[in-house]
């Protein structure tokens, strides 16, 4: 199964059918062309925070190396030069004057192990090694989720703006329109209404722009792309992704995440890696120190070489000379008291690393429940959202169609439409437009946190064939997870060009957003 960045790079850099999207502020002179795929495989590559967890992971293994040899004792070679002038002491007791001096050319080992630390240190570090390992993979999958996230925000400020240039283009046509009604059919009024509605859509289409623009740059940070690049999806923004099967029970979801969340086995090694010091500490009055000393020179260090001296400066009679002090301790730290407080403090820490682990299933459980309520009610409102487009645009083209249509009442001319109508039909698809990216983006981002809080388990993905939109009411195949294949949930727009200035009206040949 490959990693998820080449799948969905896979399913998704090449949409089908070619969608028109909107193009970049004109004033922007370096867009750059982007997919999801694309997006998550730079993920891995150039994350900081990733970079910076595989060092804690480089730092738990030399950490695990350093422990493993906590019973090889340390080798000192080196010189030593002794003098002596004055009064001294031999071993009977009798104090004389002498002057005498030596010296020794030597090596010798020195070491001071703790058995109990030989034998449980090294077992320890490997579940902090395991730690950091998970730790590392939940650091992946949480700046994953970012850049997913990041991603989809770009997508959805691309959508408004789309929605925002056809919904500004209406607007001006409507205002058009009206003014030529005016005076005698509409008052002035509703030619400043409408005026006023396509001013107010300029702002729109600004903000909408500002949005592409700030989620950008967001993005870029994420990935540590070039600050100031405008990043372009390829894919159509009112795409959906599909990761997991929204009708899967929620139990069996729980149920797999509890298996694949890699702060779950980071909470599970802490818990091994506190229990090893319990016994560690529960154990050590049993186990001696071992202290190993070279004791050919006269401060402890070198234990043998090559040997001479004599009187004053008289450097003489040198051959091999070897010493060493072996000793086994055992020690009861503050007659014992110290050691039983060192156990309890371990089983604190023990019971601790339980409760965290409990505390942290408990935290995933809430995880995959939020998620999958958000995925629930983004497909709800996502269908909505397709229907409001729908009856929206046909509301507003039959209004701007029949604009200048009127009909006789009470022996006078009137309306079939009036202008104020067709500027709430105008605000209708504006609102429209912002709830359907809205609802794309909200249920893209819902799958990627279920699929996140899953534990991005790779191996439970289904093949292609199975993938599609599983709306309410729809079909589904009985399989927990489907791959993430892109589709439309709404014919695109056509959205025209932005003019280079805001002055210039887009002419009525660029279409109308069908």
Do not use: C
């Amino acid at each position: 199964m490959p990693p998820l960045e080449e799948w969905v790079l896979a399913q998704n850099t090449k949409p089908d059918p070619p969608l028109s999207l909107p193009s970049p502020p004109a004033e922007v002179d370096n867009p750059l062309p982007i997919t999801l795929g694309a997006a998550l495989r730079l993920t891995g590559a150039n994350a900081l925070d990733i970079q910076i967890a595989d060092e804690r992971v480089r730092i738990a293994s030399a950490q695990l190396a350093r422990a493993q040899v906590l019973w090889l004792p340390s080798i000192n070679l080196g010189v030593d030069y002794f003098r002596h002038d004055g009064q001294i002491q031999d071993v009977i007791g009798h104090v004389f004057t002498t002057s005498r001096s030596s010296l020794l050319l030597g090596a010798g080992p020195q070491a001071t192990v703790s058995l109990t630390d030989a034998v449980y240190a090294p077992l320890a570090a490997r579940q902090v090694e395991r730690v950091a390992q998970a730790d590392a993979q939940a650091t992946r999958n949480d700046t994953t989720l970012a850049v997913a996230l990041a991603y989809f925000q770009v997508q959805q400020a691309r959508g408004e703006v789309a929605g925002a240039l056809d919904t500004w283009r209406r607007a001006e046509e409507l205002a058009k329109r009206t003014q030529k009604l005016a005076p005698d059919l509409a008052p002035e009024l509703e030619v400043h209404r409408a005026k006023a509605e396509a001013a107010r859509l300029r702002q729109v289409v600004e903000s909408a722009y500002e949005r592409w623009q700030t989620a950008s740059a967001e993005l870029s940070r994420l990935l540590r792309l070039p600050p100031g690049t405008l990043l372009t999806p390829i894919e159509d923004p009112a795409l959906t992704i599909d990761l997991i099967v929204p009708q899967t029970p929620l139990q069996e979801l729980i149920a797999l995440s509890l298996s694949h969340r890699p702060e779950l086995a980071s909470y599970q090694a802490a818990v091994q890696a506190a229990l090893v010091r319990l016994q560690q500490e529960q154990r050590r009055p049993f186990y001696p120190t071992v202290v190993i000393r070279g004791v050919g020179s006269y401060t402890a260090g070198l234990a043998g070489g090559y040997f001479g001296g004599g009187i004053n400066d008289d450097l003489q009679n040198f051959n091999a000379r070897f010493s060493v002090d072996l000793q086994a301790i055992w020690e009861l730290e503050g007659l014992g008291l110290g050691n039983r407080a060192r156990i309890r403090e371990r089983q604190a820490e023990y019971r601790k690393a339980l409760l965290e682990l409990q505390r942290s299933r408990d935290i995933v459980a809430a995880d995959v429940v939020q998620a999958h309520a958000q995925m629930e009610r983004s497909i709800r409102r996502l269908q909505a959202a397709q229907e409001g487009v729908r009856q929206a645009q046909a509301t507003v083209e039959k209004i701007l169609q029949g604009l200048g249509q009127t009909r006789q009442v009470g022996g006078q001319q009137v309306l079939v439409f009036r202008p104020q109508e067709a500027v709430a039909a105008v605000i209708a698809i504006e609102q429209a437009y912002r709830n359907l990216y809205q609802a794309v983006a909200d249920y893209n981002r819902a799958q990627f946190r279920l699929y996140r809080a899953l534990g991005y388990p790779a191996q439970a993905l289904i093949q292609p064939e199975h993938s599609g939109v599983t709306l309410p009411g729809t079909t589904v195949p009985q399989l927990p997870i489907t791959a993430p294949q892109p589709v439309s949930v709404f014919p695109p727009l056509t959205a025209p060009q932005k003019p280079q200035s805001l002055e210039r009206v887009p002419s009525e040949s660029s279409g109308d957003g069908q």
